[in-house]
């Protein structure tokens, strides 16, 4: 069973940043590819970034590209997204995602693709 645990969320005023951790324990953190999700008050789930199991490729939401930088650190079993110039309509649950892979270079971008959920954390960005 893997456990995945968001930590990092909190206020902040526009133009400000944030850094977003996922801690993933479990299995082999190597072997899964990863996502960030974000889910506002009356709108559904949706994609914000995503990094490849080998983690050399990412991708990314239009919305957050030259913003948001997903990374991972796999001697920490980790995944970060570091949020640079926040806006109010960033304001969400964050919610960190894994899904396993047997290719190293997969990216996945649907929510239904990802097998494995985190709590998810709250950011708010003030204007």
């Known amino acids: 069973q893997v456990q995945l645990v968001e930590s990092g969320g909190g206020m902040v005023q526009a133009g400000g940043s944030l850094r977003l951790s996922c801690a993933v324990s479990?299995?082999?953190?190597?072997?899964?590819?990863m996502g960030w999700f974000r889910q506002a008050p009356g709108k559904e789930r949706e994609f914000v970034a995503a990094?490849?199991?080998?983690?050399?490729?990412?991708d990314y939401a239009d919305s957050v590209k030259g913003r948001f930088t997903i990374s991972s650190d796999s001697a920490k079993n980790t995944v970060y997204l570091q949020m640079t110039s926040l806006k109010p309509e960033d304001t969400a649950v964050y919610y960190c995602?894994?899904?396993?892979?047997?290719?190293?270079?997969?990216?996945?971008?649907?929510?239904?693709?990802?097998?494995?959920w985190g709590q998810g954390t709250q950011v708010t960005v003030s204007s």
């Open positions: 479990g299995r082999t953190f190597s072997s899964y590819a």
């Open positions: 990094i490849s199991s080998s983690a050399r490729s990412t």
């Open positions: 995602a894994a899904s396993p892979t047997l290719w190293g270079g997969t990216l996945k971008s649907r929510a239904i693709e990802y097998d494995y």
